[in-house]
Nanobody, 128 residues
Framework: QVQLVESGGGLVQTGGSLRVSCAAS????????MGWFRQAPGKEREFVGA????????YYADSVKGRFTISRDKAKNTVYLQMNSLKPEDTAVYFC?????????????????????WGQGTQVTVSS
């Protein structure tokens, strides 16, 4: 099994920046894709972006493209979400998720059900 722990959330003003982290532990040798999702109260979980663990290829939702950047440190089994030019609409609980290559199935990175493990989430609040 894989455990994911997010950290780095907090309160930031509009236009500010924040970096959240997701540390993976456990059976991390088969990490395939790491994704970031967010969920605001009363709303459905929304895809933010994803990164392939091996090659570092990234994919972003249109709503964050150009403002958010995903990176990973393979040695530390950690993925990062750098958020710049933050807007009040970015306020949400941010979750990281992991899809393992052992699943042997195609991963559509925007689909929540295609991930195997989830972190507990970290709150990001952007004040207007």
């Amino acid at each position: 099994q894989v455990q994911l722990v997010e950290s780095g959330g907090g309160l930031v003003q509009t236009g500010g920046s924040l970096r959240v982290s997701c540390a993976a532990s456990g059976a991390t040798s088969n990490l395939y894709v790491m994704g970031w999702f967010r969920q605001a109260p009363g709303k459905e979980r929304e895809f933010v972006g994803a990164i392939s663990w091996s090659g570092g290829l990234t994919y972003y939702a249109d709503s964050v493209k150009g403002r958010f950047t995903i990176s990973r440190d393979k040695a530390k089994n950690t993925v990062y979400l750098q958020m710049n030019s933050l807007k009040p609409e970015d306020t949400a609980v941010y979750f990281c998720a992991a899809a393992l290559s052992a699943d042997g199935s195609i991963v559509v990175v925007t689909v929540s059900d295609h991930y195997d493990y989830w972190g507990q989430g970290t709150q990001v609040t952007v004040s207007s």
